[in-house]
T-cell receptor, first 115, second 115 residues
Framework: AQTVTQSQPEMSVQEAETVTLSCTYD???????LFWYKQPPSRQMILVIR??????QNATENRFSVNFQKAAKSFSLKISDSQLGDAAMYFC????????????FGTGTRLTIIP | GAVVSQHPSRVICKSGTSVKIECRSL??????MFWYRQFPKKSLMLMAT?????????EQGVEKDKFLINHASLTLSTLTVTSAHPEDSSFYIC???????????FGDGTRLSIL
C-alpha cells in the first residue's frame, strides 16, 4: 500500500522569505503523480502544483517549486517570497497512474507566515 | 478550468435526520468521484470511490448503510448520511476526476453538524 509522510506538523516563515515543506512517500509503482494541495481556513482544497513521476524536470508554478527525488521517494515544496496569503495547511498527495485514481494524502503541514 | 460544485456548504440538523450532500462536475464528465471526511486539524480520509452506473467502493471501516452513495450520472454523485448522529458531525468533501483530467478537483466541502 502507498503511504505519504509529512514529518513537519507545523512550520513558520518570515514574510518574503523562503520555506521548504517536506514529503516522502512509499510505493512500488513506477508511474504515478504527486501533488501539493493547499487548504486555507475556508477549507477549500486548492491544487498548488503537480509532478509526473516520469518527468525528471522539477515542476514550477510561479513562487512554488518542487524538489522531486524519485530514487529517494522525496517530494518537497519550496515557497519563495512567502506572502501572508500562503498561510494554510499544505497536504502532499500521491496517486498512481492507473486504476481508480484515488489520492493518498499525507497528514499535512500547517504553515504560518510571520509579518 | 474544471469546477466541482458541492451543496450544501453547511448543514445543521437534529439527530436521526438523514442528510443528502450533492457533488456535481460542471464542465466535464466525471466517471469517478471520491468522497472524503476530514476531522478538525486532520488530513482527508477517503470514505468511498463512486463510479458512474455502478456500486460505490467503500474503504475499510466505512459503513455502507450509514453513508449511501449514488452516482447516477456522469455529472452528479450524492452522499446520504442516514439517521445521522452527533458522531457523524464532520467536514465532508468530494472530488471528481476523469482519466483525461489528471488533477482531481475538489468541491468546497460540507460542514455537517448534528445536534
Amino acid at each position: 500500500a502507498q503511504t505519504v509522510t509529512q514529518s513537519q506538523p507545523e512550520m513558520s516563515v518570515q514574510e518574503a522569505e523562503t520555506v521548504t515543506l517536506s514529503c516522502t512517500y512509499d510505493t512500488s509503482e513506477s508511474d504515478y503523480y504527486l501533488f501539493w494541495y493547499k487548504q486555507p481556513p475556508s477549507r477549500q482544497m486548492i491544487l498548488v502544483i503537480r509532478q509526473e513521476a516520469y518527468k525528471q524536470q522539477n515542476a514550477t508554478e510561479n513562487r512554488f517549486s518542487v524538489n522531486f527525488q524519485k530514487a529517494a521517494k522525496s517530494f518537497s515544496l519550496k515557497i519563495s517570497d512567502s506572502q501572508l496569503g500562503d498561510a494554510a495547511m499544505y497536504f502532499c498527495a500521491y496517486r498512481p497512474n492507473f486504476g481508480n485514481e484515488k489520492l493518498t494524502f499525507g497528514t499535512g503541514t500547517r504553515l504560518t507566515i510571520i509579518p | 478550468g474544471a469546477v466541482v460544485s458541492q451543496h450544501p456548504s453547511r448543514v445543521i440538523c437534529k439527530s436521526g435526520t438523514s442528510v443528502k450532500i450533492e457533488c456535481r462536475s460542471l464542465d466535464f464528465q466525471a466517471t469517478t468521484m471520491f468522497w472524503y471526511r476530514q476531522f478538525p486539524k486532520k488530513s482527508l480520509m477517503l470514505m468511498a470511490t463512486s463510479n458512474e452506473g455502478s456500486k460505490a467502493t467503500y474503504e475499510q471501516g466505512v459503513e455502507k448503510d450509514k453513508f449511501l452513495i449514488n452516482h447516477a450520472s456522469l455529472t452528479l454523485s450524492t452522499l446520504t448520511v442516514t439517521s445521522a448522529h452527533p458522531e457523524d458531525s464532520s467536514f465532508y468533501i468530494c472530488s471528481a476526476g476523469d482519466r483525461a483530467f489528471q488533477p482531481q478537483h475538489f468541491g468546497d466541502g460540507t460542514r455537517l453538524s448534528i445536534l
